[in-house]
């Protein structure tokens, strides 16, 4: 059984900044990488970032600088600072991971708007 839950978004000014949190309730396989998307309306959507369960981390280029993944292994939770928000930044955030048998997992998303 797996359940993601992301919170921490909202409505921000550009320039601003944000913290996305994914709580990860896993049982059945050990989680592996975790997955930070977005998707704004129109668009497809497109991965922001990554972190590895032994903290190894990938970027999208848009976000670089700007964007920092970390994992509390202990508090099963994987963060997303986002600073420096731009109003292309809005979009649904979701966090996903992959168990062992390829089977992809998402959380139910979380709105984040940047506008002044």
């Known amino acids: 059984q797996v359940q993601l839950v992301e919170s921490g978004g909202g409505l921000v000014q550009p320039g601003g900044s944000l913290r996305l949190s994914c709580a990860a309730s896993?049982?059945?396989?050990?989680?592996?990488?975790i997955y930070w998307y977005r998707q704004a309306p129109g668009k497809e959507r497109e991965l922001v970032a990554f972190?590895?369960?032994?903290?190894?981390?990938s970027y999208e280029e848009s976000v670089k600088g700007r964007f920092t993944i970390s994992r509390d292994n202990a508090e099963n939770t994987v963060y997303l600072q986002m600073n420096s928000l731009k109003p292309e930044d809005t979009a649904v955030y979701y966090c996903?991971?992959?168990?062992?048998?390829?089977?992809?997992?998402w959380g139910q998303g979380t709105q984040v708007t940047v506008s002044s």
């Open positions: 972190i590895t369960s032994v903290g190894s981390t």
């Open positions: 996903k991971t992959t168990s062992p048998t390829g089977i992809d997992y």
């Open positions: 896993v049982s059945g396989f050990s989680v592996n990488a």
